[in-house]
């Protein structure tokens, strides 16, 4: 009865399903995730250089972070797993987000001087606050949100050298353990939104190969909650 | 010297307008021959008119007035100007009216993403036939259309976009978090989904898990038995409409390259009962879609049901050149 899945076998789809690894902060939970879901990273975390690792039944394509959404929206990679945060910024990328997997928890916040006030100063003598960030999206938006007005200012190092020496009243930035911004003599001020790991897919892969990227869902899931 | 046009535009030199002229013969000449007579319509309307057909009009971004204060828009697809064409040029006319047709339509696009303020489409409307016949029809002629342009393995996926309106009614969701879920389910955002789903007072576990185990279900006719075990009656009606449909395409031998859907969302306003996508295997973007709007034509005063599908003709350009190297490699 050929008929029954006829919309999958017509696809032929060919060669073994792409996942983008996300290297940082996420890389290590990242591979403890698929090891436990049966997908062999011994490769990975050895030395190599390499980019791509290619298995049997999964290739695994590394690469940042923030262009896992990238790759996994082109369907240059069919799967792929990446932070909440990432995904927040690049909010207009279209991948299918299916599954927390709950590690890489960090807590994007707005922070300040410690014992300094020039944030509600600023925003009560000057209507508008200077914040520094790499995260513009997710920052505009949230000031959009709560109604406040702010002058966003887009950098790429660390973020944190922004308040200290006058570029910026305050930031907004990621939050693992708070250490960065007690070092640097900074304190949260304000929760934005709690990030942890997603893994996503590629819409036409998610069509085409739904029984592979299905599997590899409910494995994942096992992996993270087993 | 370098002159710049805007972005999301772009020219077509000769060598790729010959391969681009060589696809639009090829698509009129299957719709033609099925008896789609090709129209053209004008490229700005006035936006009342389209705001009639989809009534968010978000998707129309290009307004402007002219010399008398009228407000006019650019066309964002075909299907709402060919509504106001049937309902105005064909009101007695007997039907089934089938119309097709090759036009450049203009959405608003997104800055840095390489997405296209003006594309092509070429795409049929079947106008007078119901569910299923008529639906069926339509995927029929796709799929003789995607057979012309080289694509045999396509796969259409087909869906029902009542399924999860009906299915929030049911479960007595409305106003924001109704339209904010249906935009999850639209991204396919299941985290997001189930995070909005268990916010709704009311809404118990079980519901939240058919609603999120629903929106996964792909693949064959075996699908509807699964769904139909997730139980209610909402689920029960779409069910049954998806294989009315499935098996009017079976009963033609058409329903090959077809997976069901439950998935499906298109985000037209416009869309009722059955929904179309179609993919390649070979390209990341979705090649087109479609579906039946039967409550389309009444907003112009012709009360007849309607379906038709459009496919964005550089895309399909693009998966055409992909299957033929990869046959060529596949030959060598």
Redesign the interface.
């Known amino acids: 009865m050929s008929?029954?899945?006829?919309?999958?076998s017509?696809?032929?789809?060919?060669g073994p399903l792409k996942l983008a690894v996300p290297r940082g902060a996420l890389f290590e939970g990242t591979l403890d995730a698929l090891d436990v879901a049966g997908i062999d990273t011994a490769e990975l975390r050895g030395d190599s250089r390499a980019l791509i690792f290619e298995g049997d039944d999964i290739t695994l394509v590394t690469m940042r972070p923030s262009d896992v959404p990238t790759y996994v929206?082109?369907?240059?990679a069919d799967v792929g797993i990446t932070g909440k945060d990432v995904l927040l910024e690049q909010a207009?990328r279209?991948v299918?987000?299916?599954?927390?997997l709950g590690f890489g928890r960090c807590r994007m916040v707005l922070a300040g001087r410690v014992g300094d006030e020039r944030l509600g100063e600023s925003e009560r003598r000057l209507g508008m606050m200077r914040i520094a960030t790499k995260y513009p999206r997710i920052a505009e938006r949230y000031f959009e949100r709560t109604g406040r007005q702010v002058e966003v200012i887009d950098v790429k190092g660390s973020v944190e050298l922004a308040p200290l020496i006058g570029l910026a009243d305050g930031i907004v930035d990621l939050v693992a353990t708070g250490r960065t911004l007690e070092e640097n003599d900074l304190e949260v001020r304000e929760e934005i939104v709690v990030c942890t790991a997603?893994f996503v897919a590629?819409?036409?892969?998610?069509?085409?190969r739904?029984?592979e990227v299905?599997e590899l869902t409910l494995k994942l899931k096992a992996a993270v909650t087993g | 010297m370098i002159h710049p046009i805007p972005p999301g535009t772009r020219d077509v030199l000769p060598d790729e307008m010959r391969e681009l002229r060589r696809l639009h013969l090829a698509l009129i000449e299957v719709f033609e021959s099925r008896g789609y007579g090709e129209v053209a319509t004008p490229a700005i309307e006035y936006d009342e008119v389209l705001a009639r057909g989809d009534g968010r009009t978000a998707d129309s971004a290009y307004r402007f007035f002219d010399e008398r204060g009228d407000l006019l828009a650019l066309r964002s697809d075909m299907t709402v100007p060919i509504a106001r064409l049937a309902a105005t040029r064909f009101a007695s006319a007997e039907p089934p009216l089938r119309l097709c047709y090759l036009a450049n339509a203009f959405r608003a696009v997104?800055p840095q993403?390489g997405q296209m303020r003006e594309f092509a489409q070429a795409g049929v409307e079947l106008i007078g036939a119901p569910a299923p016949q008529g639906t069926a029809e339509v995927v029929e002629v796709l799929e003789a259309a995607l057979d012309a342009a080289g694509l045999d393995?396509a796969?259409?996926?087909l869906g029902d976009s009542d399924l999860y309106r009906q299915l929030l009614t049911e479960f007595g969701v409305e106003g924001d978090a109704r339209d904010s879920i249906l935009e999850r389910l639209a991204?396919?955002?299941?985290?997001?989904l189930e995070a909005e789903l268990s916010a709704v007072e009311g809404i118990d576990e079980e519901q939240c898990a058919t609603c999120v185990a629903l929106s996964?279900l792909?693949?064959?006719?075996?699908v509807l038995e699964q769904a139909r075990g997730l139980g209610g009656e909402v689920v029960e009606r779409a069910t049954s409409r998806i294989q009315e449909t499935f098996e009017e395409l079976?009963a033609r031998g058409a329903?090959?390259?077809?997976?069901?859907?439950l998935g499906l969302l298109r985000d037209l306003g416009y869309y009722s009962g059955a929904i179309l996508?179609v993919?390649?295997?070979a390209?990341?973007?979705?090649l087109g879609g479609g579906g039946r709007y039967d409550s389309l034509m009444k907003r112009f005063g012709l009360d007849l049901p309607a379906a038709g599908f459009a496919l964005y003709l550089e895309r399909v350009h693009v998966a055409q050149m992909e299957e033929e190297s990869r046959k060529e490699e596949g030959a060598s």
């Open positions: 008929v029954e899945v006829a919309g999958l017509r696809a032929k789809v060919e929206e082109a369907g240059a207009d279209v299918y987000e299916l599954l927390d997603r590629n819409r036409v892969a998610h069509k085409l739904g029984a299905d | 997104r993403r393995r796969v259409i996926g991204m396919h955002d299941l985290v997001g996964q792909r693949g064959g006719s075996e079976r329903a090959d390259r077809v997976q069901i859907d996508e993919y390649d295997p390209l990341g973007h979705v």
